[in-house]
């Protein structure tokens, strides 16, 4: 009697079913993600204003402080600008800001809780040189061999 056992399969087919699986649950958790919590954007509710009144939400993408105000400042974000009423901290025009604030259905946002990301811009270049030290490696040790559609380790003289 034949019996087949995961050990018969060839073993390219065990290898990609795991994977297979593991993104399907990430691509699965993702979607409940989406649908279940629902984040909750400016342009959003500058787009219907009357729906969104009086809700709490954060703002981060690439928000910059404009300008300086006497009860607040300016932030732009994604080529919009809102007013935000609160104490600015010790944020500067052009810093890099994160915040949390209510909306009002003027256009304005009520500050709840700023965080100011000083030196931004070099954290994130600081942050590419290890990610450009590893490729440099992979590409020195490992090359793509195209018939076997993988990398495979490079053949050194080692004498």
């Known amino acids: ?8 399969r060839p073993l390219g087919t065990r290898r990609a079913v795991l994977p297979g ?3 399907a ?3 699965a958790l993702v979607y409940y993600g989406y ?3 629902p984040e909750i954007r400016l342009a ?4 219907d204003p009357a729906r969104y009144d009086g809700t709490l939400i954060t703002v981060g993408t690439e928000a910059t402080v404009e300008q300086l105000l006497p009860d607040g400042f300016l932030v ?6 809102v007013r935000v009423i609160g104490d600015a901290g010790d944020a500067k025009p052009g810093d890099f ?4 604030a209510r909306f009002h259905r003027e256009g304005y946002l009520t500050l709840q809780h700023l965080y100011v990301a000083k030196a931004r811009r070099a954290k994130v270049a600081v942050s590419i040189l290890p990610v450009l030290l590893v490729a440099v490696l992979v ?3 490992y090359r793509f061999d195209r018939h076997r559609l993988c990398f495979v380790e490079r053949k050194q003289c080692r004498t």
């Open 1 to 8: 009697m034949l019996s087949t056992t995961s050990s018969d």
């Open 25 to 27: 649950l990430l691509l």
């Open 21 to 23: 699986l593991l993104l």
């Open 76 to 81: 732009r974000q994604m080529g919009r600008v």
């Open 35 to 37: 649908r279940a919590y």
């Open 44 to 47: 959003d509710c500058l787009k």
């Open 97 to 100: 800001v994160r915040f949390r």
């Open 139 to 141: 590409v020195k040790t």
